[in-house]
Every structure is written in structure tokens, then in C-alpha cells.
């Protein structure tokens, strides 16, 4: 998930407690079982995937539409008109890339195999966000087929590109002249997943804040000794230390707060430690990189300060 929406919650939406035999049989659930199974990791052709979209589409008797301002990376924008076109339209967002997955990341089941397995679905993207893709559908499906036609057009939007930053997908989407015929009104985009019967909704973005520490120290042969302070492990370990105790505090607040409440606290984890040469090298420099997401209140030159 590269560009985050996490948030505060507004209202909860309830949904129906079903069986395990009854999910794995479930035409929703089969129909992202399908997409699952498509391997759209980023980069990968994504010919498949716009594929399952048109059929989808077709099914429905849908505009169906793909806009590709960067080659490679297909745009889907599926039309579901409403009685007034002439106000603004809903767009329901998804993207269709899934960071990589490897079986021998520890995989019970092939990532790409959407094995379901008492009433668990294993497989890259269940969670981000090809579940999300099939509930817009499936909510819409239903509407129309109990003969529902909504005021205002809504559009399903499926980007290429997310998980690498958008800069084929949706950061060019939005400056283009197809976008702004869309004359969207009111975006839902991507959320997080909760093992909950229930769809929090939210409205309010944490922003991310990626940043790497690299420390410098003495370089030597590994069978010198100079003091912690001198070296570039040391040092970092005095960063981590800081930044790990402040992680702390947070997760405090974020055990206090509710499983569908993201605002509250600023969550920080260390995610990549980079640096060394040899196993008999003292290195040079060490770098770490912290993922850090602020909570909704935080002022962020105080939080710079203190950083
Ligand atoms: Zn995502």
C-alpha cells in the first residue's frame, strides 16, 4: 500500500454473519477467488486483468472504457449511469497491482492460488485491494438487479501502478481531460481490511512520512574495537533505541483505541537496515529506514523537531 488511507472511521456498516461453507460457495466470493488468481503483480501485463473487467462489464451491459496514458498500464472505467448525469458522479476506486509474493516468503498456500480453506481465502491482493474491487461490483450488481438506478453516475475506476507510486496510474489520471469528464463529486478509495463482520468507512488520511537515518562511523578491520559511539552500528542503535521507545508510547495509545479508530496515534516501523560490506569489515555507514504514518492530530514541524 503505497499511498495509504488510513484513518478515523465514521460509521460501521453491518454485515450478514455467514458460514465457512457458505463463503466458499458464494458467487462474490468465487468472483474474487478468479481475480485473485490473475498475477497482477506491478509491472506485470495487466491485459488479464482489463480482461476480467470487460466481462465483467459485458455482463452488466456497462460502458466499459480504458484509458492508457502510460503504455503498459491500463486505466478500466466502468460506467454505471444513474438518472442524473448532469450532476456530479460517484467514483469508487480500486487499483488492480499487488506487491510481489513468493511461496517461499512462507506462504501456506500458493500466493496466487486463492485456496480457501475454512472460510480463509490465502492469496496477494485478497486484502489490497481485490476485495474492495469486487464489493464496488457486487454492491452495484445487487442494486441493479433489485431495479435500483441510482441519482448520480457511478463510475469503478482500476488503476495500474499503485503499489509503485502511481506515477502511470492515477497521478496522470487525474490531470486528464477523461477525469475531468467523470466531473466527479466524491471519491471512496482504499481503506484497510478488518477481520470484523462489519466495513468501517473513513474519511481522513494519515500522512506518510518515509524516512531513511544513515549513520556514519569509523571504518575498520573487524578485528579492531572501537567504542559504540564511534561506529556506525553503534550510533544506530542509539537511533533505533529513540525511535523504538517512541513507538512504544504510540502503541499504547493504539491499544487504547479501538480497532476501526486510526487516528489517535502515529505508528513507526523500521523496515529496512542497510550497510555493511564483510562479514570482517566494520562499515563505513549503516542506513535504516523508518515508515512512520502520523497520527491525525500531530503537528508535523513539532514532530520534524522532535525527529
Ligand atoms: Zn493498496
Not at 491485459?47 to 503498459?72: H, S
Not at 496510474?169 to 481531460?177: A, H, K, R, T, V
Not at 525511535?243 to 480497532?259: P, S, W
Request: include cysteine; proline fraction near 5%.
Amino acid at each position: 500500500m503505497w499511498f495509504p488511507v488510513i484513518i478515523v472511521s465514521t460509521c460501521i456498516l453491518a454485515l450478514q454473519e455467514v458460514t465457512a461453507a457458505a463463503l466458499a460457495s458464494d458467487p462474490a466470493v468465487l468472483l474474487l477467488q478468479e481475480y485473485v488468481q490473475i498475477n497482477t503483480t506491478s509491472n506485470n501485463n495487466l491485459t488479464p486483468a482489463v480482461a476480467f473487467w470487460k466481462k465483467l462489464a459485458d455482463a452488466e451491459g456497462l460502458p466499459f472504457n480504458v484509458v492508457e496514458l502510460n503504455q503498459g498500464y491500463p486505466i478500466v472505467v466502468i460506467k454505471w449511469a444513474g438518472s442524473n448525469s448532469s450532476i456530479s458522479s460517484i467514483m469508487l476506486n480500486s487499483h488492480m497491482d499487488v506487491v510481489p509474493a513468493k511461496q517461499e516468503d512462507g506462504w501456506k498456500f500458493p500466493p496466487f492460488s486463492a485456496h480457501i480453506e475454512n472460510g480463509v481465502m490465502y492469496g496477494r491482493g485478497t486484502q489490497d485491494m481485490k476485495s474492495v474491487s469486487i464489493q464496488y461490483y457486487e454492491a452495484l450488481r445487487r442494486l441493479k438487479a433489485n431495479g435500483v438506478t441510482l441519482l448520480r453516475d457511478v463510475y469503478m475506476t482500476l488503476m495500474p501502478d499503485e503499489e509503485l507510486g502511481a506515477e502511470k496510474g492515477m497521478i496522470p489520471f487525474l490531470q486528464s481531460e477523461e477525469f475531468a469528464k467523470l466531473n466527479v463529486g466524491v471519491e471512496l478509495d482504499e481503506g484497510t481490511s478488518y477481520d470484523i463482520p462489519s466495513i468501517p468507512l473513513f474519511y481522513q488520511d494519515k500522512v506518510v512520512w518515509q524516512i531513511e537515518v544513515t549513520c556514519h562511523g569509523v571504518a575498520a578491520h573487524g578485528s579492531t574495537f572501537p567504542p559504540n559511539s564511534a561506529t556506525a552500528t553503534g550510533k544506530c542503535a542509539n537511533v533505533i533505541n529513540r525511535f523504538l521507545k517512541f513507538r512504544d508510547e504510540e502503541y499504547a495509545k493504539y491499544t487504547k483505541a479501538g480497532i476501526t479508530d486510526a487516528g489517535p496515534y502515529t505508528s513507526v516501523n523500521l523496515n529496512r537496515i542497510n550497510g555493511g560490506v564483510a562479514n570482517n569489515v566494520i562499515p563505513a555507514s549503516v542506513s535504516l529506514t523508518f515508515d512512520i504514518r502520523l497520527g491525525t492530530s500531530v503537528n508535523e514541524e513539532e514532530f520534524e523537531a522532535r525527529v
